[in-house]
């Protein structure tokens, strides 16, 4: 409906956990004071266009002779307003994960969400530590001198969530959704410019 929108795997997954485990109370967590979004909405509408010359005007004419793009935004659209509303909603999942997992089991899905959000959010702690916590990953991968190895260590990061020479994904088949299918798609054959490395004016440092 909007034509100006264009249209790390273990958060995908203990977020998504948590969702489906407890749905009941992740709708209790919903933020209350969201207002409720048209998704489609007549008044975008240009009802002095012909829908059969021009759809899009038709349909979003005059939407897109009023709207303005608010300057925080590079779009807008009821596309956009979804997605901040989506934020909003995981937020308030996350935040909820965090402020009860020290009461919950161990093993709670809930508890694993709320330990690994802080965790990703105490920028005092990563700042301490460093490019430790990579060092035995860096020391793996400075230590490839051969082709086999090379190959032993691609397989190795690619298991461990890194799209290294590749990238690999599980999608459904376009031609049955009750199936997926694993899909290969190149990657890492480029760098950027040599300025992108040796350039240090303001604009550059910037990037």
Partial sequence: MDARIKTNSTMATLLASALVAGASAIHAQTPKTLTPLKVIDTAYMNRGAKA???????????????????????????????????????????????????????????????????????????????????KSTLSSIDAVNSRPALIAEIGRLQMNGSNVGFDYSADPDPHDAAHYLGGFGQGGLGLPDRDYYTKTDPSSDSL
């Fill in 52 to 134: 059969c010359v021009d759809f899009f005007q038709f349909a979003n004419g005059t939407w897109l002779a009023h709207d303005t793009i608010p300057a925080a935004y590079s779009t807008s659209g009821v596309g956009r307003d979804m997605s901040d509303r989506n934020e909003l909603v995981v937020r308030s999942v996350l935040d909820d994960a965090l402020a009860h997992r020290k009461a919950l089991p161990q093993d709670n899905t809930t508890r694993k969400l709320g330990t690994f959000y802080a965790t990703c959010m105490d920028s005092t702690a990563a700042e301490q530590m460093g490019i430790g916590p990579l």
